[in-house]
């Protein structure tokens, strides 16, 4: 897969979700940990792939998820492979408005895995020479993006991850803009008084 599950236990710094190299996907149902980081409360939810055409159970699959994300502000994290850009890919953002409203690009950050293949390039510079598909979904994500090496255990990849994702909700609060619906109504009867959550998707 593209590396969600390990990109979750990298912004936890600990292994909760099943990850290992396999043809086959890993994740089989969403599953959820929380933590705090740097004074932010957060819930990152780990999904199957079921934007996928093979996903069994997606519709059931993306209610959980929903569930899930329904207390605070959620963000989503497309995950990526350096060096990769499928078809499937391409299409996803049309998904995911399907799925969570056409606000949700707005509240979305792109995180590249394998890192470690720049090989001394930045990663500015192989957005700026990569697919122009890649080039317009980054654009339709508010040209967010960031890269993780999850073989790595410093911890600046995350910070600047939390901090894209500070100033994403900043920006939005600014704006005024709105979340998707299903957050709004189910926040209210999931209010339980704790400390503000962002769930990382």
Do not use: W
Request: glycine share 6%; with cysteine; charged share 30%.
């Amino acid at each position: 897969g593209s590396g969600k599950s390990s990109c979750g236990n990298t912004i936890l710094r600990k292994t909760v979700f099943q990850s290992y190299t396999s043809s086959m996907p890993v994740t089989k149902k969403c599953e959820v940990e929380e933590t705090v980081i740097s004074g932010i409360h957060v819930r990152v939810i780990d999904t199957p792939d079921f934007f996928a055409d093979d996903c069994e159970q997606a519709e059931e699959h993306t209610a959980k998820c929903r569930d899930l994300a329904c207390i605070g502000r959620p963000v989503y994290i497309l995950v990526m492979q350096l060096g990769r850009f499928t078809e499937e890919e391409h299409n996803i953002v049309e998904q995911m408005k399907k799925e969570f409203g056409n606000e949700v690009t707005k509240h979305t950050v792109i995180l590249f895995t394998h890192k470690e293949e720049l090989r001394g390039d930045t990663l500015k510079n192989y957005v700026r020479k990569t697919d122009r598909r890649l080039q317009e979904l980054i654009r339709c994500c508010g040209s967010r993006y960031c890269a993780f090496s999850n073989s790595e255990k410093n911890k600046e990849q995350v910070s600047e991850l939390i901090q894209m994702i500070v100033n994403m909700q900043k920006d939005s609060q600014n704006l005024n803009e709105t979340y998707p619906e299903f957050v709004g109504k189910s926040a209210k009867r999931g209010n339980t008084g704790k400390k503000p959550t962002c769930p990382v998707l």
